[in-house]
């Protein structure tokens, strides 16, 4: 089983759409959630950060974290067709000797104008 | 400020021959990870470095993979003999801290024949 799952897609939307992405885990022991933008032929690009539970807030990009589910989720409003790329979801545990990442699959995101 | 650069960006070798991949993280960061992305498949961890030291090297696939990082600035990822199976695309992150966010460079696409 792996650690972190997410539907690879692809997930088409109108331009305009609330879009909502979804990661899920099981490892109790990750703390820090992460959400990833990847572009073709680009590197990931950091996109939300967030630390244990809780909702954060980004203009039109808002990140849940859900523990005691083990779910995470990303949610963009009024979408727009720059939007459209790959979206990981990202993990890691606190302390320990790395601070590796632990990646989902990915979601490829098309908003159509 | 240069983001981390990596060379080549595309790389087709056949199999059994040896590749050599070359990561130039932003300047003054002393943490530099690779990771691996193989068709279908999530982005994967290979190691860290904290500046010269190979702080996790748990996500190596196999010794054919030889990691270094002299004098803590670039580092290299030698391939060597290559096998089909090592196709994909290979990152490298770099982070000022143990905990700071990682930055991605855009990747090295490598293919073995």
């Known amino acids: 089983q792996k650690e972190v799952e997410q539907d690879p897609g692809p997930l088409s939307v109108p331009e305009g759409a609330i879009v909502s992405l979804n990661c899920t885990y099981s490892n109790s022991a990750f703390q820090y959630f992460m959400w990833y933008r990847q572009y073709s032929r680009k590197g990931p690009e950091l996109l939300m950060y967030?630390?244990?539970?809780g909702n954060k807030e980004d203009g039109r990009f808002t990140a849940q974290v859900d523990k005691s589910s083990k779910y995470i989720s990303l949610f963009i409003r009024d979408s727009q067709p720059s939007d459209s790329a790959t979206y990981l979801c990202?993990?890691?545990?606190?302390?320990?000797?790395?601070?590796?990442?632990?990646f989902g699959t990915g979601t490829l995101l098309a908003v159509q104008p | 400020e240069a983001g981390v650069t990596q060379f080549p960006s595309h790389s087709v070798i056949e199999k059994g021959q040896t590749v050599t991949l070359r990561c130039d993280p932003i300047?003054?960061?002393?943490?530099l990870y690779w990771y691996r992305r193989v068709m279908g498949k999530e982005i994967k961890f290979l190691l860290h470095f904290v500046k010269e030291s190979k702080q996790d090297e748990s996500g190596m696939p196999n010794n054919r993979f030889l990691a270094e990082r002299t004098g803590g600035t670039y580092s290299t990822l030698k391939v060597q003999p290559a096998e089909l199976e090592d196709s994909g695309v290979y990152f490298c992150?770099?982070?000022?801290?143990?905990?700071?966010?990682?930055?991605f460079g855009p990747g090295t696409r490598l293919t073995v024949l």
């Open positions: 992150a770099s982070s000022q801290g143990d905990y700071n966010e990682q930055f």
């Open positions: 990202a993990m890691r545990s606190h302390g320990g000797a790395t601070n590796k990442l632990i």
């Open positions: 300047s003054g960061h002393d943490n």
């Open positions: 967030t630390y244990s539970s």
